[in-house]
């Protein structure tokens, strides 16, 4: 149980252009999904934090208008890089949880999605 | 959310059992530990996480100190498979919408 997948695992794209990232929980209804971006030979770094049905919130210093977070459903929430740069080039990674018994608020992370751009 | 340290890299031998320590000296009464691990180019992976009672699954056993200040992550046959950064963190758990901070991690190496 508790699976998330990310699509597409990998993608390509010219300096310019927009990117859309899939994020959905398979088997659970996720609450609040979260996403974090990971440069080569660091950790991880939260990018924003998104409810269903609500606005999501961004972490300091992360723009809002140029990283687009929807997260229309239960199960899927989509993450836009909006004029996509080579600084942009980075494994963008989601997870999601669902609830807050324990164990139900743990978060469940997908397998990633390795952006880069030329 | 406090603030873990973990060791930068550890190793053991294949088979043996694999201890990894974290300090948080300055976990609050409502904040949990939890363990993760991220193999090379993948999602992190949930492991194990606890309050004060030492917890046990499939994949690792959760020992915490009885002060809380530490804990160690035990994973009692190491494989190969098992390489890994391993992140320790502590979060504020009951609701769902609590987010991880993740720090550095120990990147465990496995020897054959």
């Known amino acids: 149980g508790a699976v998330v997948s990310q699509h597409p695992s990998w993608v390509i794209c010219k300096s310019g252009t927009s990117v859309k990232i899939e994020c959905r929980s398979l088997d659970f209804q996720a609450t609040t999904m979260f996403w974090y971006r990971q440069f080569p030979k660091q950790s991880l770094m939260l990018m924003a934090t998104s409810n269903e049905g609500s606005k999501a919130t961004y972490e300091q210093g992360v723009e809002k208008d140029k990283f687009l977070i929807n997260h229309a459903s239960l199960t899927l929430s989509t993450l836009t890089v909006t004029s996509a740069h080579p600084e942009d080039s980075s494994f963008y990674i989601c997870?999601?949880?669902?609830?807050?018994?324990?164990?139900?608020?743990?978060?469940?992370f997908g397998p990633g999605t390795r952006l880069l751009v030329l | 959310d406090a603030k873990t340290t973990q060791p930068t890299s550890m190793d053991c031998a294949e088979g043996r059992a694999a201890n990894l320590p974290c300090n948080h000296s300055?976990?609050?009464?409502?904040?949990?530990v939890y363990w993760y691990r991220q193999i090379h180019s993948q999602g992190p992976q949930y492991i194990i996480h606890?309050?004060?009672n030492n917890e046990t699954n499939e994949m690792a056993s959760l020992i915490i100190t009885e002060d809380r200040k530490s804990s160690t992550l035990i994973l009692p046959h190491a494989t190969l498979r098992d390489t890994a950064v391993y992140y320790c963190i502590v979060r504020v758990a009951g609701q769902s919408s609590y987010k991880l901070i993740f720090g550095s991690g120990t990147r465990l190496l496995v020897r054959p």
């Open positions: 300055t976990i609050s009464g409502n904040e949990y």
């Open positions: 997870s999601a949880s669902w609830g807050r018994l324990f164990g139900q608020e743990t978060q469940y």
């Open positions: 606890g309050l004060k």
